[in-house]
């Protein structure tokens, strides 16, 4: 996948495209993508270069069953109404043979409950909610991403090992932010079973107060801070509570923190020393990992962002499934989902047939400064399978499909 194997699959696209109309008169395999392009452009937009740029390797290869795979981009504003509208459309219109896509959790929760009654595949690509497979989940509905619980519970894994005893958490007002703080808590009260959580704080997305949170938690005066805010409310969060010393003597721990999306906006005020789960691209050299981020800057003519390697494995994912259910039905497509295996840059994933969350693992590591930005250091890739909940809790958490 670098430069020769990626030049090889353009090379390929080009002779399929001068192939004879009847080798290329397949009819295309259409996929509902729907997300938050407008609202959420710096996170939606490395995502879709991630998945054109799959695209364009598996077109290029030959396409799915051997027909060209194409993916159908709707925004839908980051409204739960619009996107349900807009499924609606991909369905019955636009000849989608199933859906995929967004990054809020409650967006993707709308969708999962269409997908639920229509009877329609929908493969959440980014939304986080625990809830998605677990207690709002149904037999149509798959999740890519590790999870909120799966990435909350590395963390408290990293909390669990320091001598700190009393925690606030601080996380965004909706279903995203809650499901983190609770799988933090459980997975920290089952590894320290004395630690105490003396304040959490609750602001609303993209609202908020960051100087009152701040005198909030220091009022609290807790060893540790466990923090899920992202985008604006995090730069917002992490400038007021450095001007007040917040984080000064106390461990951080922060949900998402890590990625580039979320942490390179942040320059020079990157909060050293936080605990944080990321993409530390710029140290993904070899094997998989390394020929993505080469093929994606040779592609894009820029770096990775966590999104984009989430689009790539969201086309990987779709590919593999069509391929092996060898069909576009939807009843097969669903089949082929359970328990697919398949290699991806980040290895091998698999999407567990009991709740329908794949494997997929998330890069923990902490943060540091080079060259006036911030980086990951002392990273690692935590496997995802190693960070779920057994069979028989999940059997407690999901309703029976």
Not at 34 to 43: P, S, T
Not at 86 to 98: F, K, Q
Request: no cysteine.
């Amino acid at each position: 996948m670098k430069r020769k194997t990626f030049l090889k699959g353009m090379i390929g696209a080009a002779a399929l495209a001068m192939l004879p109309l009847t080798a290329t008169a397949q009819e295309a395999i259409k996929i509902g993508e729907i997300n938050h392009y407008k609202r959420m452009a710096a996170f939606a937009e490395p995502y879709k270069k991630g998945i054109e740029l799959a695209l364009e390797q598996i077109n290029g290869n030959g396409g799915v069953m051997g027909r060209p795979l194409e993916f159908i981009f709707r925004d839908d504003q980051g409204e739960p109404g619009e996107a349900v509208k807009i499924a609606e459309e991909l369905m019955t219109r636009d000849g989608a043979v199933m859906l995929t896509g967004t990054i809020l959790s409650n967006v993707g929760l709308a969708i999962s409950s269409l997908a639920a009654q229509r009877g329609y595949v929908y493969l959440a690509a980014e939304p986080l909610a625990d809830s998605l497979v677990w207690a709002s989940g149904n037999p149509y509905t798959f999740r890519l991403r590790s999870s909120t619980y799966m990435q909350a519970a590395m963390l408290a894994e990293e909390a669990a090992k320091t001598d700190a005893q009393t925690f606030a958490t601080i996380a965004p007002n909706y279903a995203y932010g809650k499901d983190a703080v609770a799988a933090f808590k459980e997975n920290l009260l089952r590894l320290k079973p004395d630690a105490e959580f003396v304040a959490e704080q609750w602001p609303a997305l993209f609202k908020i107060d960051a100087g009152a949170e701040v005198q909030a938690i220091e009022r609290a005066k807790p060893d540790a801070i466990y923090n899920v805010t992202f985008g604006p409310d995090l730069a917002k969060l992490v400038r007021e509570g450095t001007d007040r010393g917040l984080f000064e003597g106390r461990q951080v721990y922060g949900l998402l923190s890590g990625e580039p999306e979320y942490l390179d906006p942040l320059g020079e005020e990157a909060p050293v020393g936080w605990t944080v789960t990321g993409y530390p691209w710029y140290d993904l050299n070899d094997g998989p990992a390394g020929e993505f981020v080469a093929a994606y800057q040779e592609r894009w003519e820029d770096y990775p962002r966590l999104g984009s390697i989430v689009g790539y494995m969201t086309v990987q994912s779709i590919a593999a499934a069509l391929e092996k259910a060898g069909s576009t039905e939807t009843e097969a497509i669903r089949a082929a989902f359970e328990d697919l295996t398949l290699d991806t840059p980040m290895g091998e994933i698999t999407y567990r047939g009991i709740d329908h969350q794949s494997t997929m693992g998330a890069y923990v590591g902490t943060i540091a400064l080079k060259d006036g930005k911030g980086v990951m250091v002392d990273w690692s890739y935590k496997d995802g399978a190693d960070y779920l909940p057994s069979d028989e809790e999940v059997s407690e958490l999901r309703p029976a499909d």
